[in-house]
């Protein structure tokens, strides 16, 4: 058996560390992907009710507005792959932690509790990074939205009727 009294308590509040900081991120994650998400539909929203102008000075704005929606788009995509290697990172740190448990029990660790340390160690690092890119290019299609509705002129811009006229 173990010869550290300690080791329950170091273990609990080292459970507990890592639950609040898979919670930190998923917040995260999810901020992420909505932020992107909701960016990309409003997005294509005003693109929709943008067909309805009669306007050449619209053009920076639309070529904008398309780059703008590559970022969220990638923004949206990194936040999804991030998810699945998060899942990857917690069940390594799963696997870890019943590791440890049976070495201080004096228990046969199999290799592939070895192999979940491992993979948690690797894991965290591009979790930490596609979470970072996915704020970060919703920041850079915000940037290029202002930036492309900055360069627009919209006093040349008129309306134009689709709705047929009733005989």
């Given at each position: 058996m173990t010869t550290d009294p300690d080791w329950e308590e170091r273990t609990s509040v080292f459970i507990h560390a890592d639950r609040a900081s898979v919670d930190l991120g998923m917040m995260s994650l999810k901020t992420g992907l909505v932020v992107n998400?909701?960016?990309?539909?409003?997005?294509?929203?005003?693109?929709?009710?943008s067909a309805n102008l009669n306007c050449a000075e619209m053009a920076p704005l639309i070529g904008g507005l398309v780059t703008s929606a590559y970022y969220f788009g990638i923004g949206a995509s990194a936040a999804a792959i991030d998810t699945a290697i998060a899942y990857i990172y917690q069940s390594g740190i799963?696997?870890?932690?019943?590791?440890?448990y049976k070495r201080r029990n004096q228990l046969e660790v199999r290799p592939a509790e070895?192999?979940?340390?491992?993979?948690?160690?690797?894991?965290?690092?591009?979790?930490?990074?596609?979470?970072?890119?996915?704020?970060?290019?919703?920041?850079?299609?915000?940037?290029?939205?202002?930036?492309?509705?900055a360069q627009t002129d919209f006093t040349q811009c008129t309306a134009i009727n689709i709705v047929p006229k009733a005989d």
């Open positions: 998400s909701g960016a990309l539909v409003a997005l294509l929203a005003f693109l929709g009710s799963a696997g870890s932690t019943w590791a440890n070895r192999a979940s340390e491992i993979i948690s160690s690797v894991a965290v690092w591009p979790m930490v990074l596609l979470a970072v890119a996915s704020l970060t290019l919703f920041v850079f299609g915000i940037f290029e939205v202002l930036g492309a509705y």
